[in-house]
């Protein structure tokens, strides 16, 4: 679950990493109050789920209350990279020296949290690894010897931060957002630009913070913080029946039990010409409740046609989800979709016996997987 910019500095607030004072406000008259309330000048700041705000209009500087409401009138509605601005974050504005970067990840490749620090903040970090890579300081924390003051100190010598006291902050920064980091289940915590301000204050002022969607039960406070209308709701509607869910622009529904032969499947049905709806994880089991959601789920897109059901029996068995499916189609109404099913493995010839002896024309069998996969795709269009 990625974090607005607010919240992900409430976190910070939180470990003691030094963030400016601000409101939230959701009209130019909140924004007003809000800028009443800060004093002096402050920053607006549009509120999306994005990056790259500044260079599309959605940050800007204003003097005085009055600014801050027609600045505030400015940014909201605007259209971010699709995200529509609704919330603003009004900021009281800092003086900017220097601009820093920093953040912390999973480097999944070496299995550890992998800190990035570099003093050319303030652009996208891509930019910096590709023109500057010498700039950039990466350093790897172990995850069982957990953060040693070191690390921060490498990080801080290694990116050539000579000012004893921005040293000394930049390090208590470090050791902070690690602790964000592991406290709050994250998967990146963001800070670009870190700033020196010219009273030689280190803060925080921007925050890009991920927080791992499966750590969430360990942290209502943050889950609350969800927007459901930044979501697709599809799969918010998937997230609340606990379906593995992604939607797709295709028109081809797509079940498949286990990630690898969904995807595989995902991939056979483009390589046969057509556009899967989804991806979707029936998971272990391949119970008629477990199909029942799922489908319930993919036919909430209006734009599916047809539906692929592509099934390996391992642990799961074919009669089992053969007779989920035909319990699934008793409970719902899928007359609008034809469903091709593929079933292989563990008991799959009983699972066709089974569907062959339901005698249900809207059902179709196929052997193999690129079988199913085309036969689902000339469904799709025969019914478009
Ligand atoms: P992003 O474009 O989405 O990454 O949004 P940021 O929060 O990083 O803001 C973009 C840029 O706006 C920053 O890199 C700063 O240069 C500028 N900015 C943001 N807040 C302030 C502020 O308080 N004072 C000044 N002078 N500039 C700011
Ligand atoms: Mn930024």
């Known amino acids: 679950m990625d974090l607005y910019e607010y919240q992900g500095k409430d976190l910070f607030r939180r470990v003691g990493i030094p963030v400016s004072a601000g409101r939230l406000a959701t009209t130019p008259e909140e924004a007003r109050t809000a800028a009443e309330e800060l004093g002096g000048p402050v ?14 209009g959605g940050v800007k500087l204003a003097d005085d209350p009055a600014d801050a409401e027609a600045k505030a009138r400015d940014i909201l509605g605007l259209d971010i990279r699709g995200h529509v601005v609704h919330t603003l974050w009004i900021e009281k504005a800092s003086d900017i020296e220097r601009e820093y970067y920093l953040s912390i990840t999973f480097d999944r490749g070496a299995k550890k949290p992998l800190f990035m620090f570099t003093t050319q903040g303030g652009v996208e970090i891509e930019q910096v690894a590709e023109e500057n890579p010498d700039a950039l300081v990466r350093l790897h924390v172990d995850p069982l010897a957990g953060f040693q003051p070191w690390v921060a100190r490498r990080l801080v010598y290694g990116g050539g931060v000579e000012d004893p006291s921005e040293q000394k902050q930049i390090a208590a920064i470090v050791e902070r957002l690690y602790r964000a980091f592991v406290e709050f289940d994250a998967m990146l915590c ?47 509607f998937a997230r609340e029946k606990h379906v593995t869910y992604v939607k797709l622009d295709g028109d081809v529904g797509v079940l498949a039990n286990g990630a690898g032969l969904g995807m595989s499947t995902v991939d056979v049905v483009a390589h046969a010409g057509g556009r899967p709806a989804n991806f979707c994880d029936l998971g272990g089991g391949g119970s008629a409740e477990g199909v029942v959601d799922a489908l319930e789920v993919i036919t909430r897109d209006e734009q599916v046609r047809s539906i692929f059901f592509n099934i390996f029996g391992g642990i799961t068995r074919c009669d089992e989800v053969a007779r989920g499916i035909l319990a699934a189609l008793e409970r719902l109404d899928m007359s609008r979709y034809p469903i091709v099913v593929r079933l292989d493995g563990t008991n799959a010839e009983e699972g066709r016996r089974i569907l062959a002896d339901a005698g249900r024309e809207d059902i179709h069998p196929e052997a193999t997987m690129l079988d199913g996969a085309r036969r689902a795709v000339e469904l799709a269009g025969a019914a478009a």
């Open 43 to 56: 920053v607006v700041k549009a509120q999306v789920l994005t990056g790259g705000r500044g260079k599309a």
């Open 190 to 236: 963001e800070i670009n630009p870190l700033i020196v301000t010219p009273e030689g204050e280190v803060k925080a002022l921007d925050s890009k913070f991920t927080v791992d969607d499966s750590g969430l039960f360990r942290h209502p406070d943050i889950a609350e913080w969800r927007d459901p209308t930044a979501a697709d709701p599809i799969e918010t």
